[in-house]
């Protein structure tokens, strides 16, 4: 059954390590990119980081609104 009640917290809890996967890849890439500077790498984690944490407060917002499924293929 699909749990819609849970907090931003718990959705983060469970996104974390790919999202901290993704950004560290993201992140070397920039970093290599950009000829070894520190600053637009920085630029980088800072807007990712801040992303995911908006992107799972928005999800768990959505998770509250929807409503039952009434379907068994997604129970």
Same mark, same amino acid.
């Given at each position: 059954?699909?749990?819609? $009640?849970? !907090?931003? &917290?718990?959705?983060?809890?469970?996104?974390?390590?790919?999202?901290? /996967?993704? =950004?560290?890849?993201? *992140? &070397?890439?920039?970093?290599?990119?950009?000829?070894?500077?520190?600053?637009? =790498?920085?630029?980088?984690?800072? *807007?990712? $980081?801040? *992303?995911?944490? /908006?992107?799972?407060?928005?999800?768990? $917002?959505?998770?509250?609104? /929807?409503? $039952?499924? !009434? *379907?068994?293929?997604?129970?």
């Amino acid at each position: 059954m699909l749990n819609i $009640e849970g !907090t931003m &917290w718990d959705y983060y809890k469970r996104t974390f390590p790919a999202v901290q /996967l993704v =950004t560290g890849f993201v *992140s &070397w890439m920039v970093y290599r990119a950009s000829s070894h500077l520190w600053i637009p =790498t920085a630029i980088f984690v800072l *807007s990712m $980081e801040t *992303s995911a944490l /908006l992107g799972a407060m928005w999800a768990s $917002e959505l998770r509250t609104r /929807l409503p $039952e499924p !009434t *379907s068994r293929i997604l129970n």
